[in-house]
């Protein structure tokens, strides 16, 4: 699969068959995490890659009431837990070097994409978790002070084939030369 192809065809996945995933495909899509691009080379992600069901379980109580993806941590054969180190991406000799601070939500971002594009590619299904309490998320994994829990993505082999949403037109997102201006 081409990646332009990689990137349209990936879904959202809610519903996991119990199929285990290989540790040689874990590690595959972990890796490719670890290539994204990160300020100055940062790489301030972290990984925990939670196989056990009670582990699970209980982080799946951390998402939100309703939280259609909470199924999906409860049952998907693995759960990704993406944490960042604070005070790194983003800094030089300890000052924030932008506006926006911490630059640690772009970085950990850009490794979770590559990491849910690399699973599509061999045929895992993943989706981005964003809504749960990521302080509860970090007492059961005992992630250390100066680390926070970002996202959790499930990984397995789906069990749906969601259909694709709808994109706005292009010339409502991009513009020449300045905003707004087509």
């Known amino acids: 699969m081409n990646m332009m192809e990689a990137i349209k065809s990936r879904r959202s996945i809610r519903k996991y068959k119990p199929d285990p995933v290989s540790d040689k495909d874990l590690e595959t899509v972990l890796d490719a995490a670890c290539w994204a691009p990160s300020w100055a080379n940062t790489q301030c992600w972290r990984f925990v890659a939670v196989k056990e069901p009670e582990t ?15 199924d999906a941590v409860r049952n998907a054969p693995v759960v990704i837990v993406a944490c960042a180190q604070l005070g790194r991406s983003g800094f ?60 959790l993505t499930p990984l397995g082999y789906p069990d749906e084939q969601p259909q694709g949403p709808g994109r706005k037109d292009f010339s409502e997102i991009v513009f020449r030369e300045k905003y707004g201006q087509p």
Do not use: C, Y
């Open 56 to 70: 699970r379980g209980r982080i799946s109580e951390a998402l939100a009431p309703g939280n259609p993806a909470a």
């Open 92 to 151: 030089k000799r300890g000052e924030a070097m932008t506006s926006k601070g911490d630059w640690f939500m772009f970085d950990v971002a850009l490794a979770m994409q590559n990491l849910t594009l690399a699973a599509h590619e061999l045929g895992l299904g993943t989706v981005h978790v964003g809504l749960f309490d990521a302080k509860k998320v970090e007492e059961i994994l005992q992630v250390p002070e100066g680390v926070v829990v970002v996202e």
